[in-house]
């Protein structure tokens, strides 16, 4: 099935190269300018800082895309990834376009789980056991896995959201299928009282799955086995020494880490949980935070009055999401001037359907 109807997937063409970082950068505020209403600018809370100067409204992939649909500018750019531009493209109006900078600019996590998969996962699973199975996917993933869950009566969970929906499916069915990031939903289910023996991992790459029959009748939650490689290279290890070097320090860490580090730090919550807490915390306090580095150097800078450093001593990149940079963003503007963007991104109507069933059923529940 194809997604995307009419949509030129045409890589960055800048003939300038030899444009320093300043002249690329006075060119994007000249066309933003000129261009006006015209267009609107995402920033997700991961790109560089440069990005995010250009950007209209910065934050989370859902609460960028709901942005969006408020707005009446002809072209929104998003400056994000793949499955962010699609939410964006299904909240927004008919005679909107959504731009990726960068059709590259996918989502490790997100590629982890494909809709032949998730297909194939479903049927093995339901073969195994006759109890009710509400399936349930981290907005982080395809619009084509959005479709399924919305076609499967179920929701899309962020994670803001993930304990009350997780909720909500548990009372809808007997068993959650959880995907594609396996440390989002066993940190979620584990708070919400679900022992870590009644989940299990399906693994699509082992033959079904790697788990028995046995296995799924017994298990309340089937987590998927994708992770973020961001968030799953923070270690317990980082925590305990950042705790023996510095008591003082509060270690905050985003939920897509894995089980052993969200035990071990002292506080775990969403990209928006994290700036806010971080943004009301007293004067001379310490913080060690677990996510994108982009996001905790801007912190740091944001709020001197406060210690922020990364809970890692490696550089904690979302390669991804950093492959929009400005020469590539503005050949978008650029298209955008000359009344032939490149880089739309259209979900078709019939994936758009069930989808935005999903997104409406998680809007209400939350």
């Known amino acids: 099935m ?16 030899e444009l320093s970082d300043e002249q690329v950068m006075e060119e994007l505020h000249a066309i933003r300018e000129e261009l006006g209403d015209k267009l609107v600018v995402l920033g997700h809370h991961y790109q560089q800082d440069d990005v995010i100067s250009l950007a209209d409204h910065t934050g989370d992939s859902l609460q960028l895309a709901r942005e969006a649909a408020k707005l009446d500018a002809e072209y929104i750019i998003f400056c ?31 590629d982890m789980a494909n809709r032949v998969e998730i297909d194939r996962a479903w049927e093995n699973i339901k073969k195994a056991t006759s109890a009710k199975i509400t399936p349930i996917t981290y907005i982080n993933c395809s619009a084509l896995l959005k479709d399924f869950v919305g076609a499967n009566d179920g929701a899309i969970c962020t994670s803001s959201n993930a304990k009350k929906v997780i909720e909500w499916a548990l009372e809808h069915g007997e068993k959650l299928l959880f995907f594609p990031d396996q440390h989002l939903g066993r940190n979620t289910c584990f708070d919400l009282g679900i022992p870590l023996d009644e989940m299990i991992v399906y693994n699509p790459n082992m033959q079904n799955g790697g788990v028995t029959p046995e296995q799924i009748q017994k298990a309340k939650v089937i987590l998927w086995y994708g992770y973020c490689s961001v968030h799953q290279g923070f270690t317990k290890a980082q925590v305990e020494q950042i705790k023996k070097d510095d008591p003082e320090t509060t270690v905050i860490v985003h939920p897509e880490c894995s089980f052993d580090v969200v035990q071990a ?12 807490t971080v943004k009301n915390a007293p004067a001379g306090s310490k913080w060690a935070i677990g996510t994108e580095i982009n996001l905790v150097n801007r912190l740091a800078n944001e709020f001197s009055d406060k210690k922020i450093v990364s809970l890692s001593p490696y550089q904690c990149l979302c390669a991804t999401m950093y492959r929009v940079r400005p020469r590539w963003l503005l050949e978008s503007f650029r298209s955008i001037k000359r009344g032939e963007p490149i880089n739309v991104i259209s979900v078709s109507e019939e994936v758009k359907k069930n989808s935005l069933k999903a997104l409406e059923r998680m809007l209400k529940i939350s």
């Open 2 to 17: 194809n997604i995307y109807e009419n949509e030129q997937d045409h890589l960055p063409k800048i003939s300038e190269a």
């Open 80 to 110: 994000g990834v793949h499955f962010m531009a699609e939410t964006a493209d299904m909240l927004s109006a008919p005679h909107q376009k959504v731009i990726l900078p960068d059709m590259n600019a996918g989502c490790t996590m997100a």
């Open 265 to 276: 730090a002292d506080m775990d919550g969403s990209t928006s949980h994290i700036i806010n």
